[in-house]
């Protein structure tokens, strides 16, 4: 072409046909979209605004995306005036102006009497648009022809029946329990008295009131459209001096209703999307903001199956009967965690501390596998925006991320769940035909291993708590098996459900666009459930398939291992015994370990002797190991316990025979035998902890030449005090040399 045209004649022509977004092509139709005027007229400041377009006119999209614009804008600008077509001058009065309120101003006045497309038309656009670019190496001008002048057909995924009924939920008010808010986009141009022309927003409204008043708590949610009008006027009235005048369309303002909500849903098994919401109220310009597929907001405690559990029962060598000491604990930089309820529960299992969201569980689990290991799961479940810069630390868990997540990307994770660990990337169509019916892109599902199927089984029946009895019975709708997640932010900024049935996976978010705090945290369960138990209507009941490789075996929840008879169902709270689920070879063999029976003096309140009468013995189960401040603290087996022995009964104030006795211990009351525990505990050594009968006569060292243990055994196949006993625990009195009795270091 060079050969035959000129340079001139091309760039014409390429100028007079790229694509500058927002459906325009060339640089005419570019202007009258952004700026309302002929590109003749345009200043330099506006020129470069459409110049930063060209390189990527979906990322440099001056109405969707102004601050990459201005990036891109400053270094056209700059490149202007290295390269000596403009003066410092011009360079630095073409930065300073505030391009983009017009921007949005010309935008607000064109856009209401646009066709409008739905939020899912406009995720299905966006990703046909890369499709055609990366798949098949269009530059974005051809893509863009190609999508809205080359008569393509694409087949879509959405359900037009599921779609409404997603529409109509978002939108019914029930589900607000009434509450409606308003807030606004807002520009206002003013021009000043010398002719210079100054411009306004609801960020400089905002920044105006806080300063004025003092208070950083200020917003612009209103509780109607006249109470937020009345405010702009005021504002007005506020800013505005002597000789000020607002020139044509210099003003506009639209309302938005609040709080705000998304919502997406899949068909897991195919990825496909078959709903998407972007937003509540009115949807009035296409592209505008998509509150699922492109806004980020933080997940919260979503977060913790898929940073925390999922890895810990995958890989992590941990299980759902696993313990993590649910007490006071701070992170390693020194601040301090707390759950949300406040309590602190003691030892509990992964599947309790999901069915309640307990934060410290869940940090700790983290901690104990590595942060590393959980970032690693969370990319692999296929999120975009995570920073491992900021990312990778222990609040992972929690949701505490630097950029967010989308609704979408979120969506599709709980989907690898849902589909048995396998991860599949969301699409919004199956297929494109050219206009001769060619297939131009067969969109067949892409998908990796992400979770062993029965790690998926695992954290989806633990799931099913949260919606039975745990954080989430409010989305419970009773004709489906549900499994899912609540999440909520600090300062209940944002709140969330991911679930699933073995249909579809559906994810709501809700939350004010400004990050204010939301009175409530009910209303995303309440879409997701109204949402949900419609489109489950008319589905045959299903349950979620457990795969091969899942046993279950009796297990204490107080230490996760194996239960022991007599000591683990006899907690003074109730029966800690209960039956778990474990994938094939994760069944525990050490039986339980944080559970012993202790024999006390009630009158000393001390571990009980030889000469404790038996009238003020009590034996009780205690915990081992735990935490004080917690809800094991009146059950703890503490040090100053383990280490005392009664001293109030004595040999002292036992009177002694007059003739000495045969040196052997009355195998019924063993002086030993204070502290029995069923597994490997660690007590002090002590001669009142060992639990087995010792015997030593004449001053042997032990019957039939043993060490003085006799039948020491402790309950449950433990030896001694829950695995170590107090030296010195044979009896030798009445003058006999003193046997070794059981050996203080002797475990199980």
């Known amino acids: 072409?060079?050969?035959?045209?000129?340079?001139?004649?091309?760039?014409?022509?390429?100028?007079?046909?790229?694509?500058?977004?927002?459906?325009?092509?060339?640089?005419?139709?570019?202007?009258?979209?952004?700026?309302?005027?002929?590109?003749?007229?345009?200043?330099?400041?506006?020129?470069?605004?459409?110049?930063?377009?060209?390189?990527?006119?979906?990322?440099?999209?001056?109405?969707?995306?102004?601050?990459?614009?201005?990036?891109?804008?400053?270094?056209?600008?700059?490149?202007?005036?290295?390269?000596?077509?403009?003066?410092?001058?011009?360079?630095?009065?073409?930065?300073?102006?505030?391009?983009?309120?017009?921007?949005?101003?010309?935008?607000?006045?064109?856009?209401?009497?646009?066709?409008?497309?739905?939020?899912?038309?406009?995720?299905?656009?966006?990703?046909?648009?890369?499709?055609?670019?990366?798949?098949?190496?269009?530059?974005?001008?051809?893509?863009?022809?190609?999508?809205?002048?080359?008569?393509?057909?694409?087949?879509?995924?959405?359900?037009?029946?599921?779609?409404?009924?997603?529409?109509?939920?978002?939108?019914?008010?029930?589900?607000?329990?009434?509450?409606?808010?308003?807030?606004?986009?807002?520009?206002?141009?003013?021009?000043?008295?010398?002719?210079?022309?100054?411009?306004?927003?609801?960020?400089?409204?905002?920044?105006?009131?806080?300063?004025?008043?003092?208070?950083?708590?200020?917003?612009?949610?209103?509780?109607?459209?006249?109470?937020?009008?009345?405010?702009?006027?005021?504002?007005?009235?506020?800013?505005?001096?002597?000789?000020?005048?607002?020139?044509?369309?210099?003003?506009?303002?639209?309302?938005?209703?609040?709080?705000?909500?998304?919502?997406?849903?899949?068909?897991?098994?195919?990825?496909?999307?078959?709903?998407?919401?972007?937003?509540?109220?009115?949807?009035?310009?296409?592209?505008?903001?998509?509150?699922?597929?492109?806004?980020?907001?933080?997940?919260?405690?979503?977060?913790?199956?898929?940073?925390?559990?999922?890895?810990?029962?995958?890989?992590?060598?941990?299980?759902?009967?696993?313990?993590?000491?649910?007490?006071?604990?701070?992170?390693?930089?020194?601040?301090?965690?707390?759950?949300?309820?406040?309590?602190?529960?003691?030892?509990?299992?992964?599947?309790?501390?999901?069915?309640?969201?307990?934060?410290?569980?869940?940090?700790?689990?983290?901690?104990?596998?590595?942060?590393?290991?959980?970032?690693?799961?969370?990319?692999?479940?296929?999120?975009?925006?995570?920073?491992?810069?900021?990312?990778?630390?222990?609040?992972?868990?929690?949701?505490?991320?630097?950029?967010?997540?989308?609704?979408?990307?979120?969506t599709a994770a709980y989907a690898t769940v849902a589909n048995g660990g396998t991860y599949t990337k969301p699409r919004f169509y199956t297929k494109i035909l050219d206009h001769d019916g060619n297939v131009l892109i067969d969109n067949t599902p892409q998908t990796h291993t992400v979770l062993k199927d029965t790690t998926a089984w695992l954290l989806t029946n633990a799931m099913e708590d949260v919606v039975t009895s745990g954080t989430g019975t409010i989305v419970n709708f009773g004709s489906m098996p549900i499994a899912g997640k609540t999440g909520t932010t600090t300062s209940d900024r944002d709140a969330l459900f991911v679930g699933y049935t073995p249909y579809y996976t559906c994810g709501v978010w809700g939350g004010y666009d400004d990050n204010s705090e939301l009175s409530s945290t009910r209303y995303p369960k309440l879409i997701w459930k109204a949402v949900m138990s419609r489109v489950h209507e008319n589905l045959e009941y299903k349950d979620f398939t457990m795969p091969s490789g899942i046993t279950s075996a009796v297990v204490c929840k107080k230490s996760g291992k194996l239960a022991v008879e007599g000591l683990c169902d006899c907690d003074p709270r109730g029966s800690m015994v209960e039956t778990e689920y474990f994938a094939t070879g994760t069944v525990p063999t050490e039986v339980c370990d944080h559970h012993v029976s202790a024999t006390i003096c009630t009158s000393s309140g001390m571990l009980a002797n030889e000469y404790c009468p038996e009238e003020t013995k009590q034996t009780g189960i205690y915990i081992v190991g735990g935490s004080e401040g917690t809800d094991d603290s009146p059950y703890l087996m503490t040090d100053e316990l383990s280490n005392s022995t009664c001293n109030v009964h004595t040999s002292s104030s036992v009177t002694q025979p007059s003739t000495p006795s045969t040196n052997t211990t009355d195998t019924s009351n063993p002086t030993s035998g204070s502290l029995t525990g069923g597994g490997d505990n660690t007590t002090p050594d002590h001669g009142n902890t060992g639990t087995g009968t010792s015997t030593n006569t004449g001053g042997d060292t032990g019957t039939n030449g043993g060490t003085g243990t006799g039948g020491n055994t402790g309950t449950g196949g433990g030896t001694g005090t829950g695995g170590s006993t107090g030296t010195g625990g044979g009896t030798g009195t009445g003058g006999g040399s003193s046997g070794t009795g059981s050996d203080g270091n002797t475990t199980n």
């Open 1 to 410: 072409m060079k050969k035959r045209e000129s340079k001139n004649w091309i760039l014409e022509n390429y100028l007079n046909t790229i694509n500058l977004g927002q459906n325009t092509l060339g640089v005419q139709a570019a202007s009258k979209r952004y700026f309302n005027k002929d590109v003749s007229d345009l200043t330099l400041s506006e020129c470069a605004v459409i110049a930063a377009i060209t390189k990527s006119p979906t990322k440099y999209n001056p109405i969707t995306n102004p601050d990459n614009n201005a990036s891109r804008r400053k270094d056209v600008l700059d490149n202007m005036l290295d390269q000596g077509y403009i003066s410092q001058e011009e360079h630095d009065e073409a930065l300073a102006d505030n391009v983009y309120d017009r921007i949005q101003i010309v935008d607000n006045s064109t856009s209401s009497t646009a066709n409008v497309n739905s939020y899912f038309v406009d995720t299905l656009t966006d990703q046909v648009m890369d499709d055609l670019i990366n798949e098949l190496g269009y530059t974005e001008t051809q893509a863009f022809n190609a999508l809205y002048g080359g008569g393509l057909t694409i087949y879509s995924t959405q359900n037009a029946n599921l779609q409404q009924i997603c529409d109509e939920e978002v939108n019914n008010l029930d589900n607000y329990n009434g509450q409606v808010e308003y807030s606004f986009s807002y520009r206002l141009s003013i021009q000043k008295a010398d002719g210079t022309l100054q411009n306004y927003s609801e960020q400089t409204m905002l920044t105006y009131y806080r300063e004025k008043t003092g208070n950083n708590s200020y917003n612009i949610n209103f509780s109607s459209k006249e109470d937020a009008q009345a405010a702009i006027d005021q504002y007005k009235a506020d800013i505005m001096e002597e000789g000020d005048t607002i020139p044509g369309s210099g003003e506009s303002v639209t309302f938005t209703i609040q709080p705000q909500a998304s919502l997406t849903l899949m068909d897991q098994a195919t990825g496909e999307v078959k709903a998407l919401v972007g937003g509540r109220g009115d949807k009035t310009a296409n592209k505008t903001l998509n509150r699922a597929s492109d806004t980020t907001r933080q997940p919260g405690s979503t977060f913790k199956i898929l940073a925390a559990y999922a890895p810990a029962l995958d890989s992590g060598g941990m299980t759902l009967a696993s313990v993590e000491d649910d007490a006071p604990y701070s992170y390693t930089n020194g601040r301090s965690l707390r759950n949300y309820d406040g309590q602190y529960r003691g030892f509990t299992t992964l599947r309790e501390a999901i069915c309640h969201s307990i934060n410290i569980v869940t940090v700790k689990t983290l901690t104990d596998i590595s942060t590393d290991l959980g970032y690693s799961y969370l990319q692999n479940f296929g999120f975009t925006t995570l920073d491992a810069e900021h990312d990778n630390n222990q609040a992972l868990c929690l949701g505490g991320i630097y950029k967010g997540v989308t609704n979408l990307e979120l």
